[in-house]
């Protein structure tokens, strides 16, 4: 069982950073896919960027690539989320979420872990 607690959202103004951290419960974290999604109000979640357990990256075209950068430090069970040249649209609350899958994957139901989100508010 993996338990994930999202930090580091806030209130941003357009063309800031934010670093969002997730922290991870368990032995295995180092065996997970470790993603993160966002979700804005009246909206579905949606995939942001995520790292396999080997380093292996995906970024969202449009919202992360570029501007987002995912890392991870299984020594310290944490994934986290550099969010640079912040929009107003990028306003949402974000979610990490850890999967068995050995690649990286970027659907929502291939995710069994979820945190309980942390919300980033860009202002312009």
């Known amino acids: 069982q993996v338990q994930l607690v999202e930090s580091g959202g806030g209130l941003v103004q357009a063309g800031g950073s934010l670093r969002l951290s997730c922290a991870a419960s368990?032995?295995?974290?180092?065996?997970?896919?470790m993603g993160w999604f966002r979700q804005a109000p009246g909206a579905e979640r949606e995939f942001v960027a995520a790292?396999?357990?080997?380093?292996?990256?995906?970024y969202d075209a449009d919202s992360a690539k570029g501007r987002f950068t995912i890392s991870r430090d299984n020594a310290k069970n944490t994934v986290s989320l550099q969010m640079n040249s912040l929009k107003p649209e990028d306003t949402a609350t974000y979610y990490c979420?850890?999967?068995?899958?050995?690649?990286?994957?970027?659907?929502?139901?291939?995710?069994?872990?979820w945190g309980q989100g942390t919300q980033v508010t860009v202002s312009s």
């Open positions: 979420a850890a999967s068995r899958s050995a690649v990286v994957v970027t659907t929502r139901n291939r995710y069994e872990h």
């Open positions: 790292i396999s357990w080997r380093g292996a990256i995906t």
């Open positions: 368990g032995r295995t974290f180092s065996t997970y896919t």
